[in-house]
């Protein structure tokens, strides 16, 4: 226990993910979350600090549809505010501050852009006027403000832009996270005050007494063992699988979801010369170059997806758009051999009220489609903790007598406690754990105070202090503590979403894969064979990402990408 009170221990590993099976099929839950993403991750941390008893569950890995592949940005949207959606853009900004303070300062941190201008006269008391809101809305801020910088000066932040590809520029922050350890550390966090999560437990069914739905069927996807979870309300948030649920409850929903594919581009540091991000405006909406660690990640694209929803894959044509307008501005254009890795990911985006999707706002919608069934979509990254307050806000008028107000804002995840102490002590930490400072505050980035716990192991076990294989980024203490406290149950969970070494790497992963599969199957329990099909699998996995990535349209890349069989094979798409 903290001095919060909560069990920050509070692990996600094979023994809790047995009990937790249990746990689902015993009595009421007051709310059950279907959807393991950012927002089912913030509903259910929402629902279980008003005290209320909640069981989140996902059919696949925590963060494995969109809040993995998103641009990792905590932001206002700086060109929500050409469309004058003030009320959004200063929502999302209360949001990125208090991510970036009090939530998870561990996690997010501030990053700038440089906002290149081309046209003389306007295009600077324009854009500086929106900077002018954009700095003071949302309240008190914890990110230096914009700043305007002459050609020269641009030129200086980032030497890589071609000399005519601007007159002028100006600096402006945001804020970033690593989107697929942030969704897992609010789910996580979840657990820790007392929610059941379970993932690769896939809803199937939906239980009903009269016209009320009263609970789910699920299925263990590992297992295929399947039980009935009973709850007072459920809230379906499942991104672009909205739809899909709300067939599968037989009822008619108030809002359709449609996906829009957005691919990104990473490509190694070294590439682009620049002390900044950028963000350059599209025909259609913006591009950013965003500084990840040794690497740039530049996106994305915008374009509606009709196809699996599960593994949405780029396209030669994806890359090609990325790469035409990045090279635009840069001195040295880069090439495809370039390019470490790519991603694509669908934003669930609110049909209807337009078929251009970039031109559609980020506002969600949330409504009780029957009696004990809420839905909630669309909305942002930057803003699920207020989508998950509207949906158990929502989700009160199924619950007997008054609950309590929604109180996350005052809710540090897991790690968050003690961060900026613990950051001063880096050099101790060092020499406490045998691991160099450098290592400490990289660490520090992503597991805050759970460092203790992360690198506890290492006593007794030295070889966890070292570098998995092919990703010297991570230590092979990670890929550990992945399996007993995070929830990982496949190679593919550790090397796509706990460390990002799928897009890290040129290799993707690959030269990592034995030697995680061989942690894994230590506290798994997985078979020599096991351990093979694991490997094999994430091998296949990346070899049809690739092929598919040649592919010209979105048809034959979904088509070459399905070729690679699913570690969950018992997940069923679609389910209704
Ligand atoms: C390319 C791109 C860039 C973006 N960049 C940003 C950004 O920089 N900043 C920002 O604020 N926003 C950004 N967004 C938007 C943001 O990523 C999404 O709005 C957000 O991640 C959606 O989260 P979600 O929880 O609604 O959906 P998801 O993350 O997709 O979660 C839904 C979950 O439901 C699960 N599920 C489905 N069916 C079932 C079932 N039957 N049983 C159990 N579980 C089920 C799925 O497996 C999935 O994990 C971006 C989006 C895209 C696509």
Redesign the pocket.
Known sequence: MTGDGIDSTARLGPAERAANFERLGQGTFDIVV????????GAALDAVTRGLSVAL???????????????????G?LRYLEMFEFGLVRE?LRERELMLTKICPHLAKPVSFLYPLSKPVIERPYVGAGLIMYDSMGGARSVPRHKHLTKAAALRLVPGLRRDALIGGIKYYDGQVD?ARH?MTVARTAAAYGAVVRTS????GFLKESDRVSGVR?RDVETGQETDVKAKVVIN?????TD??QR?SGGRGRFKVRA?????LVVARDRITSESGIILKTEKSVLFVIPWKSHWII??TDTDWNLDL?HPAATRADIEYILEHVNKVLAVPLTHDDIEGVY?????LLAGESEQSSKLS?EHAVARVAPGLIAI????????RVMGADAVDAAAEDLPGRINPSCTDEVPLVGAHGYPALVNQADRLAAQHGVHPYRIRHLLDRYGAEIHELLAPAADDKELLQPIPGAPDYLRAEALYAVTHEGALHVEDVLARRTRISIEYAHRGTESMQCVADIMASVLGWTAAQAAREVEAYQARVDAERRSQTEPDDMSAEKVRLEAPDVRDLATSP?A
């Open positions: 279907i959807g393991g993403g950012v927002v089912g991750a569950i996902e059919a696949r890995d925590l963060a494995s549809g969109t809040s993995s592949r998103s641009s990792k940005l905590f932001h949207g999302a989107d969704t437990t896939q809803v199937i699920v948030s499942t991104g672009v699988w899909e649920i599968l829009s594919k957005g691919v990104h996106g994305t599960a694509a990911g669908l934003r669930p980020r979509a669309g909305g942002k990254y930057t803003t699920y389910v």
